[in-house]
């Protein structure tokens, strides 16, 4: 299905959550691996204050700490556009209002696994993943946490901030800022179903 069909002549958001939360994983990550830079980037700027959403949207709350929840990521980049990016609980359950986190994807070797600490976003309903801070500690299969200034992260995760809005109850779609910069950069994740 062309979903340009929910964003002409403007963005409709209802029928688009209806649509994306009547499918199944696999049609999801069909659907949304479609998206383009620019139906991201209107999404975004539709999703403002839609659908208000915290961490218990991207790991449920009843998901055992340090236990990985997978988000499928497809970023408006020319290349090497498909992600991961992997959250968990803190193995302290009183920790309860961050995630500890990182980038799975084909350049990990290089670029290191580009670790973060999720959290509430600088606005209302909305979610920063912010790679300025990393994780005390991850889960057991995890790669290294190092430094997001080491390999050619420095390039890419150093200083960054990514803000996710809701359009779903699978579907985040974000933005990067680095250094305080708005970036010209988007992204959409479909969360796994997550069995407990």
């Known amino acids: 299905m062309n979903l340009r069909m929910f964003l002409e002549p403007e963005a409709n958001l209802q029928q688009l959550t209806r649509y994306l939360d009547e499918l199944g994983h696999s049609g999801r990550l069909y659907q949304t691996q479609q998206w383009d830079k620019g139906i991201q ?3 975004y700027e539709a999703a403002k204050g839609y ?3 915290s961490v218990d949207d ?6 055992d700490p340090l236990r990985e929840v997978i988000h499928h990521g497809k970023n408006s980049l020319p290349m090497f556009s498909n992600f991961q990016k992997r ?3 803190a193995a302290d359950g009183s920790v ?3 995630l ?3 980038n799975h994807q084909a350049m990990t070797a290089v670029t290191g696994p580009g670790y973060f600490v ?4 600088a606005n209302d309903g909305e979610v920063d993943v912010d790679y300025t801070v990393l994780p005390p500690e991850k889960c057991t ?3 290294e946490i190092i430094s997001n200034s080491a390999k050619l992260g420095r390039f890419i995760y150093e200083g960054m901030v990514d803000t996710l809005r809701g359009i779903s109850q699978h579907v985040t779609i974000g933005r990067a800022t680095i250094k305080g910069k708005v970036q010209d950069a988007y992204f959409v994740l479909v969360r796994e179903d997550v069995n407990v």
């Open 100 to 102: 500890w986190g990182y």
């Open 51 to 53: 659908r208000a959403i």
């Open 87 to 89: 959250f968990c609980r």
């Open 58 to 63: 991207i790991v449920p709350p009843s998901t």
């Open 141 to 143: 299969e995890w790669p």
């Open 96 to 98: 309860t209002d961050k």
């Open 41 to 43: 980037a209107r999404l």
């Open 118 to 121: 999720t959290h509430a976003g």
